[in-house]
């Protein structure tokens, strides 16, 4: 997420070079505690609050929760001489990561292949790689594997925050992760599709298995469908609390499309309704800037936030129906009565 | 030694006492600032204090979604990482000190072009050593030396997991690499202090040059030396980014020197930032107390120690 805020910033910089914007990449939970008391005009989260989270808003205060960008987290691994990409369920996934299946020529992962694919894989032990710090790309990753898997979820579950993963590595950051599945063969571990899609051919991913049963390999058109599905299956309305929404679940069951890419996550921007009220702290200015700013990151940063030497970063652009919906939740921000945008 | 007269203190005593008030402010400055930690650490950890008491040490399990926090398995893998790296960067960090020292001085060229490569070992940011242990050292490890260690060691317990490269031996090996230009440049120093009269009275007696050496010269350096270990292993304890590249980040027991580990400072790294609640901010600053204790503890038995040796022997360094 970071990169892709650093590009906006520095895009906007050039459209609005009046407008300073600055930006500290501190992690969702510093992002909530600091809308949260006022220290930041707009917070911004991989998650959405939980209800404690929301307990602790100022009285009163009205929290708006804006889908501004969504990511994929796809498993990536390291087998020497498989180019095919290989098929993998929730379930078999979260087997994996706990520890449960060890070997890569199991059968819970060959019944999943093709014959041929099926007999490429080695009799060699898995090497689980994950994140060692917390983050929003493992958020979505576990939330995944623990609507998959029962066991998962009661012994480990889901957070933004470090989690006490029953076997692996840990590797600092997605770079980190990337590196050590570069390095090591027969490994495998959760990474953020915009890291592959910066360093094309160089990780060899896996397919996912979605609620329609098809096997889908993340691209930037299937993540922006499963948000789309996403949306349609109902986000939480205007003013409404957040808490527990994810696309993951949502889209778990959804079999009305047959191309979502089932590990897909909308990263939010949190902004209170009322700018103009104490616990806001912002000026009239600053309001006015801060949504133009979010305005145009969800009207026209979204083509995939060019940078200034026209590569994409790989974020998948968010799907018109959230881009309708955030337009509607910004025109409902009011200084002193009056709506900003 | 008697006290100045009077009026021979009255002209310039105001320069004195400025000078006075100037250092002292510094000195009661620095305590103020390690006292004034000391504080903060315990008051931003209350929180986590009053709730997991003294299990937050003795206790194994760290997972944040669940709200428990114990860091053994953390302070375990700082002291063996930190025990590695003396084990393996005292004899060699001595080593070039004496020869630095002892036989160089012949050819002072070579000892000057070592010395001031070794110090350039020191200046390399730890950062660099992070990547480059990733990067380098992680698959020679895994590849070479671990699946001979196994082989042939693999009946201790020691050597007995399966060898991935990011582990407490790999880190060790890192912090090795980090801790020599320190160890080598006291050590150095504090030889170099040695009298030559040692040395001669030795040779006069018809020891050879390893027995003058390790007879005369080293028992003399002992408690210099033994500072310059402390520094190193003070550096080992409190090294961050090159250990959390290389060391595995897991937060089990480590059974063996090739399982993955965790350190505390690894630790304060990842979590930084990606709390989300006020028990785990608690408890993350608490790490920072432990490890600020621990460095104390260190501290302090080290100069125990070496209060014992210099106390016991005829010489004064």
Same mark, same amino acid.
């Given at each position: ?48 609050? !939980? /209800?404690?989270?929301? #307990?602790? %808003? *100022? $009285? ?10 969504? +990511? @994929? ?40 292949? !093709? /014959?041929?694919?099926? #007999?490429? %894989? *080695? $009799? ?10 917390? +983050? @929003? ?205 | ?259 993955p580990g965790y350190t505390l400072t690894s630790l304060i790294v990842n979590q930084f930032g990606t ?43």
């Amino acid at each position: 997420m970071y990169p892709l805020m650093q590009a906006w910033i520095n895009t906007y910089s050039y459209l609005q070079p009046n407008v300073q914007i600055s930006y500290s990449a501190v992690g969702s939970g510093k992002g909530i505690a600091g809308i949260t008391s006022g220290l930041y005009t707009v917070g911004e989260s991989d998650a959405p609050l !939980s /209800a404690a989270q929301y #307990a602790k %808003l *100022p $009285a009163n205060s009205t929290l708006l929760t804006i889908p501004i960008s969504d +990511s @994929g987290i796809i498993p990536a691994y390291n087998l020497p001489g498989i180019t095919a990409h290989l098929n993998f369920t929730g379930n078999v996934l979260a087997e994996i990561f706990y520890g449960s299946i060890t070997m890569w020529n199991d059968p819970r992962i060959a019944n999943l292949q !093709s /014959a041929s694919v099926a #007999a490429q %894989l *080695p $009799a060699h032990a898995i090497q689980v790689y994950h994140r060692s710090d917390g +983050s @929003g790309t493992m958020y979505g990753f576990t939330q995944f594997l623990s609507d998959s898997n029962s066991t998962w979820k009661n012994n480990i579950g889901y957070s933004t925050s470090t989690l006490a993963w029953p076997v692996g590595i840990g590797c600092l950051h997605n770079a980190g992760v990337a590196d050590c599945i570069a390095t090591t063969p027969y490994s495998i571990g959760p990474l953020e599709i915009a890291y592959e899609i910066a360093n094309p051919g160089q990780i060899n991913y896996g397919a996912v298995r979605n609620a329609y049963g098809n096997y889908i390999v993340a691209n930037l058109t299937n993540i922006s469908q499963a948000l789309a599905a996403g949306v349609r299956n109902g986000l939480p309305s205007t003013d409404a609390q957040w808490t527990g929404f994810s696309v993951i679940q949502a889209t778990f069951n959804d079999t009305s499309d047959a191309y979502i890419y089932p590990v897909s996550t909308f990263t939010y921007a949190l902004v209170y309704q009322d700018l103009s009220a104490s616990y806001a702290s912002t000026s009239q200015a600053q309001a006015v800037a801060a949504l133009n700013f979010l305005s145009w990151v969800v009207n026209n940063g979204q083509s995939s936030a060019p940078t200034s030497s026209g590569s994409t970063l790989g974020y998948p652009p968010l799907p018109s129906s959230a881009v309708t919906l955030d337009n509607s939740l910004l025109a409902t921000i009011t200084y002193n009565g009056t709506p900003v945008l | 030694m008697t006290a100045l007269p009077k009026e021979k203190r009255s002209s310039g005593s105001k320069g004195d006492l400025v000078l006075k008030a100037v250092v002292g402010a510094a000195a009661v400055g620095v305590i103020a600032i390690l006292v004034g930690l000391g504080v903060e650490l315990t008051s931003g950890s209350w929180l986590s204090i009053k709730t997991f008491g003294l299990g937050f040490i003795t206790g194994s399990t760290w997972n944040p979604p669940r709200d428990i926090f114990n860091v053994f398995p953390f302070i375990l893998g700082t002291l063996i990482t930190s025990a590695l790296a003396l084990l393996f960067g005292l004899p060699i960090g001595l080593g070039v000190a004496i020869f630095l020292s002892e036989r160089a001085g012949r050819a002072r060229g070579l000892g000057a072009a070592l010395g001031s490569l070794v110090e350039l070992l020191a200046a390399v940011p730890s950062v660099i050593y992070g990547l480059w242990g990733l990067l380098v050292l992680v698959p020679f490890m895994r590849e070479y030396v671990e699946p001979t260690l196994k082989t042939y060691l693999g009946f201790t317990q020691l050597f007995n997991a399966a060898p991935f490269g990011l582990d407490l031996l790999t880190a060790g090996v890192v912090l090795t690499i980090m801790i020599i230009p320190t160890i080598s440049a006291v050590s150095r120093d504090v030889l170099n202090a040695v009298p030559n009269s040692q040395r001669e009275a030795m040779y006069s007696l018809g020891a050879t040059d390893w027995e003058v050496t390790r007879k005369a010269v080293l028992p003399y350096a002992r408690s210099g030396i033994f500072g310059a270990t402390i520094l190193g292993l003070g550096r080992a304890v409190g090294e961050t980014m090159a250990v959390t590249f290389v060391v595995g980040n897991a937060t089990a027991i480590p059974t063996s020197l090739i399982s993955p580990g965790y350190t505390l400072t690894s630790l304060i790294v990842n979590q930084f930032g990606t709390t989300t609640d006020p028990l785990s901010d608690a408890a993350l600053v608490e790490v920072g107390l432990v490890l600020f204790m621990l460095a104390l503890v260190i501290n302090f038995f080290a100069r125990v120690l070496v209060w014992r040796m210099t106390r016991s022997t005829k010489f004064r360094v």
